[in-house]
Structure formats: structure tokens, C-alpha cells
């Protein structure tokens, strides 16, 4: 196994009362560069239905606690359309996150488009 070279530590905010639960991702900054597509600042939003049955002790597990994930990312920078397309393409593929909902059988629905 190959030693890590880039490992990300989150910060997270979360707000809510009973069911309802906002999560933010907060300062966190990357540098985008994808072969020849070289992007300025990407603003990501992200929303998860999360089932909370098990974590509330309503039901006896939380397997396939994630239902949908809603990404929509606006992609500033000299990029066109057909690039922005790409580089939404690869970042969804390689995205260790989307990664883990898609394990669990979560809904992704994606887009990106061009600020």
C-alpha cells in the first residue's frame, strides 16, 4: 500500500432541531488543475436525504441511510462549457465522497455548469 499524499482534514458546521440538519463544509480551499482544464474558484453545494430511523432508535439499523444527493457546482474561471462539462465529469468519478454515497446505494443527481 502506497504511503498518502494528499489527505484532507473537514471542517463541518451543523445546524438543525429534530430531523431537519444543515451541514456545511467550511474552510476549505482546493487548487483545481485537470490536464489542460484550469478552473478559478468552484462554489459546490451539496444536500443529503439522510434517513435517520436508525440513528434515532426508531429502527434497528442505519444500512442505506443515504437516500439522495443533490450537487450543483458553478465553475468560475477562463473555461468553456464543453470543459466545465469535463471537469464535472471527472471531479463526480474521482470524488471520494460521492464515492462513499455511491456505495450505499444513494441517488446522485449532478450538475455543472459555467459561472
Known sequence: MSEIQHLETFNATAEGNG?????????????????????????INVAVDLNLDGFMGIDDHSNNCFKKATLSAEVHGDVTTDQV???????????????LLRGSWCTIDSSWKQA
Open 85 to 99: 462539462a469535463e471537469l464535472g465529469k471527472r471531479v463526480d468519478n474521482r470524488c471520494p465522497i460521492l464515492s
Open 19 to 43: 430531523w431537519p440538519t444543515a451541514v456545511s463544509i467550511t474552510d476549505t480551499e482546493w487548487n483545481l488543475k485537470a490536464d489542460e482544464i484550469e478552473a478559478g474558484k468552484i462554489n
